[in-house]
């Protein structure tokens, strides 16, 4: 499968724990973004890289969440004390010089 | 910052009659305008695509409009298929490895 993946697909924590999730892009895809989509809603721009180089941060994006993508391939997205609020599907895209490919997501559920 | 507003929410149709989606952006600066669909419990695919340049793009049953001057999008599904029932996004944005600003959703039905 040469698709972006991620893991894991879902994550169940309690209010308070941190949490980190992983994407791999598509091979050679230098940039890569993060969005988070709640029920009903479009996803909504949280970050994106060029390589290992963060380029844009969304006001979305506490000083909670932190993501990396430390040698310009897979990226992890981390939130620290996590609220009922971060409940969503987070999801990873990739590009080259093109079009946005979408991983399936990683459903986070807060209780 | 860019505001998408797509309409309807949701829409069901008849299995071989068409269906269209509307959006509407707000930034001028928008110059790409991609379609998602996405089915439950996957990520969003992209469908097609329309950049500035061009006014109409067709793929087979699919086909998306631009008017930049009212600064609207539609999406054009024809002769609908029950595989064709899923939620559909439009999204705008200044350019195809930028970020993307979406719309709501359309919740898409076909009824066999």
């Known amino acids: 499968d040469t698709g972006v993946s991620q893991d894991p697909r879902h994550k169940i924590t309690k209010r308070g724990q941190n949490v980190t999730f992983r994407c791999d892009p598509i091979?050679?895809?230098?940039?890569l973004y993060w969005y988070r989509q709640t029920l009903g809603q479009g996803p909504e721009f949280l970050t994106y890289?060029?390589?290992?180089?963060?380029?844009?941060k969304s006001r979305l994006l506490s000083d909670r969440f932190s993501a990396e993508r430390p040698k310009g391939s897979f990226s992890t997205l981390e939130i620290q004390r996590t609220e009922q609020g971060d409940s969503a599907m987070y999801l990873c895209?990739?590009?080259?010089?093109?079009?946005?490919?979408f991983g399936p997501g990683t459903r986070l559920t807060v209780t | 910052g860019e505001n998408v507003e797509q309409h309807p929410s949701t829409l069901s149709v008849q299995e071989g009659d068409s269906a269209v989606i509307k959006c509407t952006y707000s930034?001028?600066?928008?110059?790409?305008f991609p379609w998602y669909k996405q089915e439950l419990g996957k990520g969003p695919q992209l469908i097609i695509d329309?950049?500035?340049?061009?006014g109409e793009k067709k793929d087979q049953r699919i086909a998306v409009t631009l008017n930049k001057t009212a600064k609207h999008f539609s999406l054009h599904i024809t002769e609908t298929q029950p595989e064709d029932s899923a939620v559909y996004f439009c999204?705008?944005?200044?350019?195809?490895?930028?970020?993307?600003?979406f719309g709501a959703g359309t919740t898409v039905t076909v009824r066999a």
């Open positions: 895209a990739s590009s080259h010089v093109g079009e946005q490919y």
């Open positions: 930034d001028s600066a928008s110059n790409y």
């Open positions: 999204a705008a944005s200044p350019s195809n490895d930028y970020k993307l600003s």
């Open positions: 890289f060029q390589n290992e180089a963060q380029l844009e």
């Open positions: 091979s050679e895809h230098n940039r």
């Open positions: 329309i950049r500035s340049n061009v």
